[in-house]
């Protein structure tokens, strides 16, 4: 730019000389000076040339700079943003894995109390096998029939052992089985027993007994009475009459209808914690 103008200058000075000296200068000093003044001005307007292409790639330079400027704006705000989103994605992950770990906990803990229930039935049952076992095991097996399935005891005896003949009244020989009933029930932490009556097809033969309905629950109800008397918590026993409905023999002839007039005790486990968990 500074050169610029000394070139104007000169031309300026040269122009001024040429108009004083012309006078007084010989002709051919005069084109000399003359050719000089026309390259300075050849010059002049190639500089000129030269500062607008200048000027032109600046004001270029100035627009490729605001829009680099404007797209690392940009660039930021999308950085931003997408750090946002992962932020809230990465909180997101988090609570689910806190549900989920504490869900496991959850069922960690249900296990464990599983375990600790099944540990127990089981030491229950072996519990009542032993006494089972050490109390009944001397009786006949056509009197007295135990079976044990689902983790429960199923003691059968049959009508002869207990009752008098075509009555829900006790005879007094049923004292021995029913006392060592009395003691299992008595001696076995958390048992409890369903005491079932169930007869044959026959009618009864009393006039004082309505039905077979009748009889077998009058019967399962002397029985629970005979146990309660001897000291069993009636809070662990319960009586039913099953009538005709559940036989072990057909009825068609005598021996087989004796099979079915009996009693049932049905001796399981009063927790039931664990069919509680099995049911949710």
């Not at 070139?7 to 040269?14: N, T, V, W």
Request: one cysteine or more; a positive charge.
């Amino acid at each position: 730019m500074r050169s610029m103008k000394f070139y104007i200058l000169m031309g300026a000075i040269c122009l001024f000389s040429g108009v004083i000296l012309q006078g007084c200068v010989a002709p051919k000093k005069y084109h000399a000076v003359q050719e000089s003044l026309t390259k300075c001005q050849d010059v002049n307007s190639v500089n000129q040339s030269i500062i607008q292409i200048l000027r032109r790639d600046t004001a270029q330079c100035g627009i490729r700079y605001r829009n680099l400027d404007s797209a690392k704006a940009y660039i930021e705000a999308v950085s931003s943003s997408e750090k946002k989103h992962l932020n809230e994605q990465l909180t997101q992950k988090n609570q689910e894995m806190s549900q989920k770990e504490q869900a496991l906990k959850a069922r960690e803990s249900r296990v464990n109390k599983l375990d600790r229930i099944i540990y127990s039935k089981d030491s229950f049952f072996a519990v009542l096998k032993s006494e089972i076992s050490s109390s009944l095991g001397g009786y006949s097996f056509t009197q007295l029939y135990i079976d044990y399935k689902e983790d429960k005891a199923y003691i059968s005896i049959e009508e002869d052992m207990l009752f008098k003949p075509a009555s829900p009244a006790l005879d007094p020989n049923s004292a021995d089985v029913l006392g060592k009933l009395a003691n299992i029930l008595t001696v076995t932490p958390g048992v409890q027993a369903l005491v079932e009556g169930n007869t044959d097809s026959l009618p009864p033969s009393s006039s004082k007994i309505t039905d077979n309905w009748d009889m077998s629950a009058l019967r399962a109800s002397s029985v629970v009475k005979a146990l309660v008397s001897q000291g069993v918590d009636p809070h662990k026993l319960m009586a039913a009459g099953c009538g005709a409905n559940n036989p072990v023999a057909p009825n068609s002839v005598p021996e087989a209808r004796a099979k079915n007039r009996r009693i049932v005790v049905v001796l399981s486990s009063k927790n039931n914690d664990l069919d509680k968990m099995l049911d949710k």
